[in-house]
C-alpha cells in the first residue's frame, strides 16, 4: 500500500518482492542471511579499526583516509540498499521528481503470518546494533578530534557521523512508519469487526 505524507514529501511503500523471500523457513534459523549479516558489520567495524589503528597500520594519512572514506561508502551502500532489505525488511531512499521536489520514500515489508514465524530476532539485533553503535562510536571520535585540535582527522570523522548517520535516521524513519502503519490495519480491522458484530446483534 502507498502512503504520501504532505507534510515532510515522503512515501512508505510495500517492499517489491521482498515477501517473497524464504517465508517456508522456520523461525528455528536464528540467522537466515549470514552473508548480508557479515557484510553488515564487516564495512563499518573495519573503518573504525583502520581509524582507531592508523598510526600502526601506515605511516600515510593520505593512505589511511582513502581506505576509510572506501569502507564507510560501501558500508553506506551495503547497508541502504541490502542488510536493511534482507535483515528487517526495510529500504529507504530519496528521489526527485519532474517538478524539482524532493521525495523521500520508506520502504517496508508486507507483514503476514508466514512471514511471523520466520522474522529473525537475532539479525534484528544485529542490525540495530550495529547501527546505532557504529553511529555513536563516529560521533564520539568528531568531539575527540575537534577537542584535541587534530584538524585532519576532523573532515574524515565527520563523514563517518554523515554516512552512518543518515543510515541510522533513514532507518529509524522506516520503523516508526511501519509501525504507524500496522497500528492503523490493527485499528481498521477491529473497528470493523466491532460494525459487525454490532450490526448483527441489531438484526
Known amino acids: ?12 511503500v510495500s517492499l517489491f518482492d521482498a515477501e517473497e523471500e524464504t517465508t517456508n523457513r522456520p523461525r528455528k534459523a536464528k540467522i537466515r542471511h549470514p552473508v548480508a ?8 567495524v573495519s573503518a573504525i579499526i583502520v581509524c582507531l589503528l592508523c598510526e600502526l597500520l601506515s605511516s600515510s594519512f593520505i593512505t589511511c583516509m582513502v581506505t576509510i572514506i ?40 508486507k507483514e503476514s503470518s508466514q512471514e511471523n514465524k520466520t ?30 585540535f587534530t584538524v585532519k582527522w576532523l573532515a574524515v570523522v565527520i563523514m563517518g557521523v554523515v554516512l552512518q548517520g543518515a543510515n541510522l535516521y533513514g532507518y529509524i ?15 481498521s480491522y477491529f473497528g470493523k469487526q466491532f ?9
Open 119 to 148: 522474522v529473525s530476532e537475532a539479525e534484528s539485533r544485529i542490525f540495530w546494533l550495529g547501527l546505532i553503535a557504529c553511529s555513536v562510536l563516529w560521533v564520539i571520535f568528531a568531539f575527540s578530534a575537534l577537542f584535541s
Open 70 to 109: 572506501l569502507l564507510l561508502s560501501c558500508d553506506f551502500w551495503a547497508v541502504k540498499n541490502v542488510t536493511g532489505r534482507l535483515m528487517v525488511g526495510l529500504r529507504w531512499w530519496n528521489h526527485i521528481d519532474e517538478d524539482g521536489k524532493s521525495h523521500w520514500v520508506f520502504e517496508s515489508r
Open 1 to 12: 500500500m502507498l502512503q504520501q505524507d504532505s507534510n515532510d514529501d515522503t512515501e512508505d
Open 37 to 44: 549479516s557479515f557484510f553488515h558489520l564487516f564495512f563499518r
Open 173 to 187: 524513519r522506516c520503523k516508526v512508519r511501519s509501525r504507524k502503519h500496522l497500528t492503523s490495519m490493527a485499528t
Open 195 to 203: 460494525l459487525r458484530q454490532v450490526s448483527v446483534f441489531w438484526m
